[in-house]
């Protein structure tokens, strides 16, 4: 027997559906897309993907909010309390420079998060513009643009994104960005490709050409907005990658420059004492990790949830 | 004048096994406010006409390689996309055979309606709003105005080919193409999409071409019908004139395989199914392309040789066959008559 979504909300006391509960009044047409309301019922069914989700949000908001609150300044260097063990005064303890690591782990953060949240971005832009106009033009083109793609696809992403960084001389936010999306935009333009061909495909594409629409109307209204669940997918996918990739630049000595620091580049720090003062590394190195494990977390959840051939059983 | 008038057409899928010769010298004429019936079994080259009346054939592989598409005075197989674009939906519009895969299903109802309005009359949101709910109640779509802004997976078959026609006559067509309108809907919707498209066509004064394998639909709706077989015309007539003096052994054979309730002078015991298979496209017999499964061609016949041409056997009656009903002196056995 099929169950409808409002049953089983009436079901289970989950307080976590209990705001939704007014939509159910008979006779009256629920007001939004149930498409992304059945999306975020499949997302909440997976443990896995809530947790991750939760450690996640934390995680963003802990970056955002130390700094702010912290009685430390984070750039203040103050030798007399170099490597200073946890304490209730220093929650993480303190680095070679005297600096409270709780703070600047969150700042790290912001740094890394925001260079893999925008580096992600570049890379979905650039894979949508190329793989649409690939997918959409077809024929010659297509053929040209897509064996363009498979001689870059040759490039490995961390050489070339060291060499992109080497040629542009300084290291900032935005060359950043450059360095880790330059190279890595290549799948998701063949996924953008690959969707944008199925769905250049369906009935409502050609109907929508049968009633006058101009070409870019038919991709920016037909097709693009059909991708979106595989780009929302694409994004967490791609994120742990980035982040792994500026971490390692940092940790290499290419990251951004001091007094700032992402989280590679204090891993990077805390690598010379790791003996004696493990704190130093540990914290970073496993902030790191939590991102990546959650972002891969989400995006599993993502791809159950999104996927509209996942039916429940 | 005509409203439009397909002389000759001949499209062609350029393929890697070859040529497909899917329409091969097809013509008619549409009259305004006339209903045309193209009937044919599946791959006969029924919808590749009207897609290439519409220009809406991938090309390649497609592509016309003779005749013309006369609308208006204009040849739409010259005009460029840009014109195109134009044309269709303002002057021409088209439903589909399947009505659930023919709405995007990530945009709401009255946007899908509206788009159309917007991009060929000018109007803004409010006129186009206020006119698709006109549209949804002309289609008899209860509640239109809450409907608006519902997505399409909350709609029926019949009620999504309701909102396709909507979307089809919003611009006041003067030509509707339905190709297989009715085909993926079970039977009594289909009556009720066929009485819609008949009151409708009345109001707007629209021509339509009804397109189908369903002898019965055409029966009901067209005034004039085209009978295709192998992407050839092999009869066209009136539609009474058709259905009472059937001539192709083919459109008898249609009409052989078709139920009908008992009565005075229908035939009764078992439906006839037609021998054999179309031939393959690609590579079309020189002689008639029915002969094969034609029960009075014989190797002897003139017909396995050549290629009969159209001929006009009763004023507006014409037949693709050298073994007309009424030219035919004895009946032979498996026949419908």
């Known amino acids: ?313 | 004048m005509a409203l439009l008038e397909v002389d000759n057409l001949k499209t062609h899928f350029f393929t890697r096994e070859g040529v497909v010769r899917a329409v091969d010298g097809v013509s008619f004429t549409v009259e305004p406010g006339k209903t045309l019936g193209i009937v044919g079994e599946s791959g006969c080259g029924k919808s590749v006409t009207a897609l290439s009346i519409m220009s809406l054939l991938p090309q390649p592989p497609a592509k016309i390689v003779d005749g013309s598409v006369t609308f208006e005075g204009f040849d739409l197989a010259k005009l460029s996309e840009r014109h195109l674009e134009d044309v269709r939906g303002k002057e021409i519009a088209m439903i589909f055979q399947d009505p659930m895969t023919s709405l995007n299903p990530t945009l709401k109802i009255g946007t899908q309606i509206m788009e159309t309005m917007e991009r060929h009359l000018g109007l803004d949101r409010k006129q186009a709003k206020k006119r698709a709910i006109e549209l949804l109640e002309e289609v008899h779509i209860p509640n239109a105005a809450n409907r608006l802004s519902d997505y399409p997976h909350r709609f029926s078959g019949g009620m999504r080919q309701r909102v396709m026609i909507a979307i089809a006559i919003s611009c006041n067509p003067k030509l509707l193409i339905a190709d297989e309108p009715t085909t993926a809907l079970d039977v009594t919707v289909q009556a009720g999409i066929l009485d819609l498209l008949d009151e409708l066509q009345e109001e707007h004064e629209m021509a339509m071409i009804l397109i189908t394998h369903d002898m019965g639909v055409v029966a009901e709706a067209a005034d004039d019908i085209v009978v295709m077989y192998a992407g050839q015309i092999v009869e066209q007539a009136p539609s009474l004139e058709l259905f009472d003096h059937p001539e192709h052994p083919y459109t008898e054979a249609l009409l052989g395989a078709l139920p009908q309730i008992e009565g005075e002078g229908i035939r009764a015991g078992r439906l006839t199914a037609i021998p054999g298979r179309p031939p393959d496209l690609a590579d079309p017999p020189t002689a008639c392309r029915f002969a094969p499964r034609c029960p009075f061609s014989d190797r002897e016949d003139s017909c396995a040789k050549e290629m009969p041409q159209l001929r006009e056997l009763r004023t507006g009656h014409w037949v693709r066959s050298a073994h007309p009903a009424s030219e035919r002196a004895k009946t032979p056995l498996g026949a419908s008559t």
């Open chain 1, 1 to 313: 027997m099929v169950v409808s979504p409002q049953q089983q909300r009436m079901r289970s006391p989950d307080p976590a559906h209990s705001g939704d509960i007014q939509v159910a009044g008979a006779g009256t047409p629920i007001a939004q897309s149930s498409l992304w309301r059945d999306a975020r019922r499949r997302y909440m069914r997976n443990k896995g993907a809530v947790v991750a989700g939760t450690i996640f949000i934390a995680l963003v908001a802990f970056c955002i909010f130390v700094p702010i609150v912290s009685p430390y300044d984070p750039d203040q260097v103050n030798f007399a309390d170099a490597y200073l063990p946890p304490s209730l005064a220093h929650p993480f303890g303190t680095d070679q420079f005297g600096r409270d690591l709780l703070t600047r782990v969150a700042l790290g953060g912001r740094i890394s998060i925001a260079i893999g949240f925008a580096a992600t971005l570049a890379i979905l832009v650039i894979g949508l513009t190329y793989g649409s106009i690939s997918g959409f033009v077809g024929g010659w083109v297509d053929n040209a643009m897509m064996r363009f793609l498979d001689a870059l696809y040759g490039l490995p992403y961390l050489p070339f994104a060291i060499i992109t960084l080497a040629i542009v001389g300084t290291v900032n936010f935005w060359t950043m960005v450059i360095a880790l999306s330059i190279a890595s935009w290549f799948t998701s333009a063949r996924i953008v490709r690959g969707q944008i061909i199925t769905l250049k495909e369906n009935d409502y594409v050609r109907a929508a050409t049968a009633v006058g629409a101009r070409w870019y109307r038919v991709l920016a209204r037909h097709l693009v907005p059909n991708t979106l669940g595989v780009l929302i997918i694409a994004i967490f996918l791609e994120l742990p990658g980035v982040i792994l990739g500026e971490a390692f630049l940092s940790f290499i000595g290419l990251g951004i420059n001091p007094p700032s620091a992402s989280w590679g580049s204090m891993a990077q720090e805390g690598r010379e004492v790791y003996r004696t003062h493990t704190n130093v590394i540990l914290i970073p190195s496993i902030a790191i990790a939590t991102l990546v494990l959650c972002a891969n977390f989400i995006a599993d959840g993502l791809r159950d949830a999104l996927d509209p051939r996942t039916k429940e059983t």
